[in-house]
């Protein structure tokens, strides 16, 4: 990736150009010391004079109200304020009046910037004072007053936080007066200019000890880059939170989000005060200190998928190499490209109207179908349907260009979303929410709908990223996160009525990916590289889990990597310097997936023996176990050693009756709820009760006696042998309560076991019977 560059022969201006603001992706308006503002129209090259300010107004900042907000258009997106030397700020609107001029601070206002809903404006002093507006430019607060001048401010990206400069530190101040403020030292020397992303929840800071550094929200360091020959003047996020750009003198920047260098510019502009990106993120701007205006187009976009190799040579040109016979195709659009994603056999691009879906098997002929907002800022993709996102919402399409659904839940902001909050699957749709975001929101991918009985996914700790499995059928979808606290968790998307636990299996983990063909997921974990083979062993064997793991040293992966991608066997990772490392997993693994989806248990075990390998096996005992396949669980079982659970399997055959096997199968993966109330719909009381005297639930198997009306004196006589073995007295007030009156008998309870065994393999018999006299009519 890199920037194209260009500029005039002659600057327009003729003193150094202090800001650029974008109007549309193909309009830039520009201010300047020489008192004048020019249109920049991209489309024609013409460079229109749109005003010329009083001789006594020199320019600072220019920033124009947001033109979306929450979807919706903004009708007051005419207007930008103008900050100035004279210690005022300007209302103007598109033709170049100034509405309004209002004085704000002594001294001059070194930066304005609307928020993200244009409900307020905040503007920074060389006084040190620190002022929010309202939109009328009335004066609603002091938000903070210091010695130096603040030369940077930037909303945090719910607007309830300002970050602004302080010298030689960052300081982080709520909205709320009585919340903690945050501030620490972030650069050797002065800092000049700060943004904050809100997609990324990232901070941008450049200063005069020539740096520019990357930082959480929380002000640890992400980044620190090297020094520069000059001090860095200018920095701007991408609006999709994922380049940044940094200007110089003579210097323009094109970095990742991470802070690694993809190009460097070395124009002759002098140094470059402000940079803006336009909405669509495709082109940035530059002001320049010799009268300027420099424009950069992203070129040289890469996408990789299996053997395909995918370039975006020029604005609206592709090529696409297929590396195994090294055909070479190009793909020309109408409109720029704005957007592209690669994966499961399909190329989806987004211009500024359209959208183009070619299939990796014929890339002659694509299918185009028009979009309402051209902005879209994210892609992802199923292996049936993909999702866009847009300043306006999420739709989820399918391959032939049909419109599937429009999940949306209340206070949505989609302009927000990236491949870290948002999720699809073949059924699902997963978005975590921004206001709180411990909360995430699952919809059905065909109807749009909110999943189950509608209320979302609600984890106990901030969640950072979210991931759903892509194969398998759709009530048995699980979605991984990572928290705050960096550990992994795994839950069912769809509960089925039941309160499924969220597990965790795994703790420091970085970044993960499922795999594009198997539900195998990979993380990086710590200075470990993990493998989960078959996550779903915590569901079924949580003590299996460990024994599924494949892990390896990921020194090789350096500092803060990122797992790009899983596909097939190779998993690709993005290093802290940028270049990308390339790591195999087994290909045994999603063999056995396959083999266990598709009831081949005779495959699975021979694949094992041939593997000779103990986590394998761990897999094939977990994937026998939830998929109810006995003989299979207990060889594969008996490979790694179990002994115990052999034991337990073997005696789960020799039950009398199905009913009595499925609890007993849902009792060896913690499911006690559920393996009771499948003995008690199957009239099987006494084994339900038998069931909580073995687990030691006395209360419950009291309670479940006496609602029957049988078996009391049973329980009471298990409890009494049980306080005996161990020499205590009973102090339960309910078993002392019933214990009176009952008398225990220990022949006729036993008389009575028998009966009920006698009974369950009585009934048992009988609908064997009567199935198979059916399976013969």
């Not at 549309?24 to 020019?38: A, R, V």
């Not at 055959?653 to 993966?669: I, T």
């Not at 009771?676 to 099987?684: I, M, P, R, V």
């Not at 029957?708 to 020499?727: E, G």
Request: glycine share 6%; hydrophobic share 40%.
């Amino acid at each position: 990736m890199r920037l194209k560059t260009s500029l005039l022969k002659e600057p327009k201006h003729k003193e150094l150009v202090s800001s650029v603001g974008w109007t549309t992706p193909d309009e830039l308006f520009s201010c300047s010391e020489d008192h004048q503002i020019f249109r920049w129209n991209l489309l024609t090259n013409e460079t229109t004079l749109v005003v010329r300010l009083p001789d006594d107004l020199y320019p600072v900042d220019l920033h124009w109200f947001p033109k979306t907000v929450g979807g919706k258009k903004q009708g007051l997106a005419e207007i930008f304020v103008l900050t100035s030397t004279d210690g005022k700020f300007h209302l103007g609107s598109k033709t170049g009046r100034i509405e309004k001029s209002v004085e704000a601070h002594r001294g001059a206002v070194m930066a304005g910037r609307w928020n993200y809903d244009g409900t307020a404006l905040i503007t920074a002093g060389e006084d040190g004072q620190i002022k929010i507006w309202s939109k009328s430019g009335m004066l609603r607060s002091t938000l903070a007053q210091q010695a130096s001048p603040v030369y940077a401010v930037a909303w945090g990206p719910d607007s309830d936080r300002i970050l602004y400069t302080s010298g030689k530190q960052l300081v982080i101040k709520p909205l709320q007066p009585s919340a903690k403020v945050l501030q620490w030292k972030a650069h050797d020397g002065v800092i000049l200019k700060v943004d904050w992303s809100s997609v990324n929840d990232l901070i941008l800071s450049g200063g005069e000890d020539c740096k520019y550094k990357v930082w959480d929200s929380y002000g640890r360091l992400l980044y620190s880059s090297s020094s520069h020959d000059y001090p860095i003047t200018s920095v701007a996020w991408a609006p999709d939170g994922e380049l940044l750009a940094v200007g110089s003198f003579n210097t323009l920047r094109l970095c990742d989000k991470t802070g690694w260098s993809y190009a460097l510019e070395k124009p002759n502009t002098g140094s470059v005060f402000s940079v803006a990106w336009s909405a669509d993120g495709t082109q940035l701007a530059g002001a320049c200190g010799n009268g300027h205006v420099i424009f950069a187009h992203v070129v040289e976009q890469r996408w990789e998928w299996k053997n395909f190799e995918i370039t975006l040579t020029k604005r609206r040109t592709m090529q696409v190499r297929n590396v195994l016979n090294d055909a070479v195709d190009v793909l020309e659009f109408r409109d720029r490209v704005i957007k592209a994603s690669l994966s499961h056999d399909h190329l989806v691009v987004t211009t500024s109207l359209q959208c183009y879906v070619y299939s990796t098997q014929n890339w002659n002929t694509p299918l185009i179908f028009d979009l309402k907002e051209g902005s879209v800022s994210l892609i992802l993709q199923a292996e049936r349907h993909f999702l866009l996102v847009d300043g306006a919402g999420v739709y989820v399409y399918s391959y032939e260009g049909r419109l599937v659904s429009t999940p949306r839940f209340p206070g949505m902001r989609s302009d927000i979303l990236n491949a870290q909050t948002a999720s699809l699957s073949n059924d699902t749709v997963a978005i975590r929410d921004k206001t709180d975001q411990k909360v995430i929101f699952l919809f059905e991918a065909l109807t749009g709908k909110a999943l189950g009985d509608g209320k979302p996914l609600t984890h106990k700790m901030e969640v950072v990223e979210i991931a759903l499995d892509q194969c398998g059928a759709a009530s048995d979808r699980k979605i991984a996160l990572i928290d705050k606290n960096r550990d992994l968790y795994l839950t069912s998307v769809r509960r089925l009525g039941r309160e499924d636990k969220t597990n965790k299996i795994g703790t420091m983990v970085h970044t993960m990916a499922w795999n594009d063909s198997a539900n195998i997921l990979c993380g990086i974990q710590d200075v470990r590289f993990t493998v989960w083979y078959y996550p779903n062993a915590v569901f079924v064997d949580s003590d299996l889990l460990p024994k599924t793991l494949c892990t390896k040293d990921a020194s090789e992966f350096s500092r803060t990597p990122h797992i790009l991608n899983y596909v097939g066997t190779q998993v690709t990772v993005r290093r802290a310097d940028g270049s990308l490392v390339y790591s195999t997993v087994s290909p045994y693994p999603a063999l056995l997936h396959e083999y266990a989806g598709s009831a081949r248990w005779a495959d699975a075990l021979r694949l094992c023996r041939f593997a000779k390998d103990q986590t394998l096996w761990a897999c094939l005992a977990a994937m026998a176990m939830a998929n109810r396949e006995l003989t299979t669980a207990e060889v594969a079982y008996a490979a790694i050693g179990e002994v115990d659970k052999v034991q337990y399997i073997n005696s789960i055959k020799e039950l009398p009756s199905r009913e009595s096997a499925l609890a007993h199968m849902l009792l060896f993966s913690g499911h006690v709820q559920e393996a009771e109330s499948t003995l008690l719909q199957a009239g099987l009381v006494y084994q339900a009760i038998q069931v909580h005297i073995n687990l030691y639930n006395w209360d419950r198997a009291l309670e479940l006696a006496v609602k029957h009306r049988t078996h009391v004196d049973t329980v009471l006589a298990h409890r009494h042998k049980f306080l005996q073995d161990f020499s205590k007295q009973e102090t339960n007030k309910r078993f002392l309560q019933y214990s009176e009156g009952v008398e225990v008998d220990w022949e006729k309870i036993q008389a009575k076991i028998q009966m009920e065994l006698a009974k369950e393999r009585e009934r048992s018999a009988t609908t064997s019977v009567r199935s198979s006299v059916a399976s013969r009519r």
